[in-house]
């Protein structure tokens, strides 16, 4: 098992960048692939960003693809998602997940069975 705790959200002016991290507990945090979610007001919760275990393989919504890039320290149990020239749509609740479920698509939240409690981040025009 795996707790995750994101930090870096806030307020920020269309054009320029976040950083968000997310902290996990547990020794086991190099065993899972993690990924981004985010969430808006109204929408359902959509894939940002994953990565493997390694950090060898890097996937990408289309929408943020060019923008933004997941990394990982597993000597620090940490991922992040650095985000650049941030649009007013990019508004949402940003989640970290592990994925537990290989047999589903990393694009979607079934696939992760641990999640973080969210961090808010909000662009403005």
């Known amino acids: 098992q795996v707790q995750l705790v994101e930090s870096g959200g806030g307020l920020v002016q269309a054009g320029g960048p976040l950083r968000l991290s997310c902290a996990a507990s547990?020794?086991?945090?190099?065993?899972?692939?993690m990924g981004w979610f985010r969430q808006a007001p109204g929408k359902e919760r959509e894939f940002v960003a994953a990565?493997?275990?390694?950090?060898?393989?890097?996937y990408y919504a289309d929408s943020v693809k060019g923008r933004c890039s997941i990394s990982r320290d597993n000597t620090k149990n940490t991922v992040y998602l650095q985000m650049n020239s941030l649009k007013p749509e990019d508004t949402a609740v940003y989640y970290c997940a592990a994925r537990t479920d290989y047999s589903s698509s990393r694009y979607f939240p079934k696939a992760y069975a641990y999640w973080g409690q969210g961090t808010q981040v909000t662009v403005s025009s």
């Open positions: 547990g020794r086991s945090f190099g065993s899972y692939d």
């Open positions: 990565i493997s275990r390694t950090g060898s393989n890097r």
